[in-house]
């Protein structure tokens, strides 16, 4: 089992940056797929980022695609989202995930433990 727990959220204007980060306790970092994915106020939780147990793999929402890095370093037992250029539809909590796999993916469904989210809000 593993613990998340994001932090790094917070309040930018449009066009800004901020770093998440998605810090792991419990059992080995290097053996989970990490992904974030987002609720927006009203909407259903979409992905955002995914990436490999090495991070040699990474796949993005065709919305972040571009402006979102998504990294990781086992040594520190932390993932992270680096999201540049932001815009006020990319407000909202934004949640890391892990999946005891080798598979990267995209759907909610496949990952099995989450963190409790942080709150991203654009401003125009």
């Known amino acids: 089992q593993v613990q998340l727990v994001e932090s790094g959220g917070g309040l930018v204007q449009a066009g800004g940056s901020l770093r998440l980060s998605c810090a792991a306790s419990?059992?080995?970092?290097?053996?989970?797929?990490i992904g974030w994915f987002r609720q927006a106020p009203g909407k259903e939780r979409e992905f955002a980022a995914a990436?490999?147990?090495?991070?040699?793999?990474?796949n993005y929402a065709d919305s972040v695609k571009g402006r979102f890095t998504i990294s990781r370093d086992n040594a520190k037992n932390t993932a992270y989202l680096q999201m540049d250029s932001l815009k006020p539809e990319d407000t909202a909590v934004y949640y890391c995930?892990?999946?005891?796999?080798?598979?990267?993916?995209?759907?909610?469904?496949?990952?099995?433990?989450w963190g409790q989210g942080t709150q991203v809000t654009v401003s125009s």
């Open positions: 990436i490999s147990r090495s991070g040699a793999i990474k």
């Open positions: 419990g059992r080995t970092f290097s053996s989970y797929t």
């Open positions: 995930a892990a999946d005891y796999g080798i598979t990267v993916y995209n759907t909610e469904g496949e990952y099995d433990y």
